[in-house]
C-alpha cells in the first residue's frame, strides 16, 4: 500500500473533523478569489472606460457621481448642461476632441446613450454586424445588450424613462437596431448607442421642428416686407403719375425744350422720395439680415458636433446635453481646461484619473479588510488541519508503531502526516476556487448590468498562488504532527500496549 492509500485511509476515518479543515479552507480561498477577481476585474474595467478620456464636463455637482454616470455608468448625472455653451469649448486649442453624450432612457437596464459618430472612435470600438445610425431612432448595440436579450438587425425595442427598468415606457417611439459592436472589454458592452437627435425627440425637443418654426416665422415676416415694398411701390408710382401731370402742365407753358430737363427733376424727386420711405427699422432688419446671410455662407460643413455662431443665432438654446468626454491636445491642458471651466463657466469639469483614485481610496479600506479575514480564515483552517493531525496522532500512534516494526522508515512515517495535512487543504483549496467562480457568477445574474463586466469563469494566474498560499498553511500545521510521528518509538509504544 502505498503512501497516498494510507492517506486516503487516515482521512475517510476520521471525516468530521476533515470535514471541518475543508470547509474553513475553502471558505477562505473562496473570499480571497472572489475579492481578487473583483478588483482585478474593476480596475480593467476603470482604465478601458477612462484610456481615451483626459476631462468630463458636465453640470456642477459631486464630480466623482459625473465619472461614475457618464463613464461607468452606474450612478445618476448631476444634471444637464447647454449645447450651445458645451459647443463653445470645442474651439480650446488645448482640445483635440469633445464628444457629447446624452442620458434618460434605458432599455430592460441597458442605458440608452445619445451621441455621435466621434464616439466610436474614443472608445476603439467596431462593428460585428450592420452598420452606424444614420437618421433618429437607430441604435447600435453593445455585444452583452444584443446576446443577453436575442436582438438581431432590424429589431425594435422602446425605451423606458430614466435609468429605471420599471419606468414608463415610450411605446410611440420605436428605436431599431442597424448595427451590433463587436466585444470591447469596456462598459459600452452593456450599452445601446444612437444618435443626439433621438433623444431630444423622444421627450419631446425637436431642434427641427423649432427650426421650421423660425423658418415660418421668418417667411411671414418676409411678407410682411413684401407687402410693405408693394404699398410703397404704389405710393411711388401714384406720386411718379402727379409729377409726370405737373411736368405734362410745365411743357404747355415752358416748351418742349424743358421737358427733358423737368424729367431729370422728377427722377432725382423720385429717387429722393423712395430713400426717405425706408424706416430706421427697416434699414436696421436689412443690415441684420445681411450680416446673417453673411455669417451662414462662412458656415463649416464638415463636423456634425461643432455647429458655426450662425448657427447659434437660429437654434434652440434649450437643447442640453449631459456632458462632454474631452480628449486633450497637449498635456499642458491638465492645469488649464479644467480651472478655466469651473471658473469661467457654468458647466464643472472632473478629472477620471483623479476621481477614480479617489474612489480607490474609499474602497481600498473595505477590500483590504476583506483580504485581512480571509486570510484570517485561512489561518483558522491551518489549525483545524493542525489539532485534527494532533488528535489523530495520539489514536494511530499504535499503527505508527507496527508500521515501524514492519519496515517503515521514520521519513516515511514523517512524509505520511505531511502529505495528510496537504491533501485535506489542497481538496480546501479546490473546493474554494469552485466557489468562488460560482458565487461571482451568481452575483452576475442576479444583479444589475453593471456586475456583468466581471468574468466569472474566467482563470487568473493569482488563482493559483493562493492554492499554494492554502497548501503550505496545511503543511505548516502539519510539521509538529509529523515530527512526533518522526520520534515513534516502538518499543516504548508497543511495551505500554
Known sequence: MNIFQLVWKNITQQWGSTLLSIILTA?????????????????????????????????????????????YHIDNPTGNIKLAEAEKLKENPFIETAVPISLGDNFKGHRIIGTDTSYMGLYELSLAEGKLWAKSFEIVLGSETARKHQLKLGDQIHSAHGLAENAHVHDEHPFTVVGILKPSGSVVDNLILCDLQSVWDVHGISHDDHDHEHDHEGHNHAHDDHDHDHDHADHQHEEHANSAAANAEAHDHEGHDHEGHNHEGHNHDAHEHQHAAVSPA?????????????????????????????????QDHSLEITALLVKYSSPAAIGVVPKMINQSTSMQAASPALETARLFSLLGVGIDSLEILAYVIMIIAGLSVFISLYNALKDRKYDLAIMRALGASKVKLFALLLVEGLVITTIG?????????????YISTQTSQSADIIQAFSIYSKEWLILLTACLIGVIASVIPAIKAYNTTISTILGNK
Do not use: W
Not at 484610456?51 to 459625473?66: C, E, F, N, T
Not at 483549496?429 to 457568477?441: A, D, I, P, V
Open 429 to 441: 483549496g479546490l473546493l474554494g476556487l469552485l466557489f468562488g467562480h460560482l458565487g461571482l457568477y
Open 27 to 71: 471558505f477562505g480561498v473562496a473570499i480571497l478569489v472572489s475579492i481578487y477577481i473583483t478588483s482585478d476585474t474593476f480596475e480593467k474595467q476603470l482604465d478601458n472606460n477612462s484610456k481615451q478620456v483626459d476631462l468630463v464636463v458636465g453640470a456642477k455637482g459631486s464630480p466623482l457621481q459625473l465619472i461614475l454616470s457618464t463613464l
Open 282 to 314: 427697416d434699414a436696421k432688419q436689412a443690415a441684420n439680415s445681411e450680416q446673417t446671410d453673411s455669417i451662414v455662407s462662412e458656415r463649416p460643413r464638415d463636423n456634425v458636433f461643432v455647429k458655426s455662431i450662425a448657427e447659434d443665432v437660429v
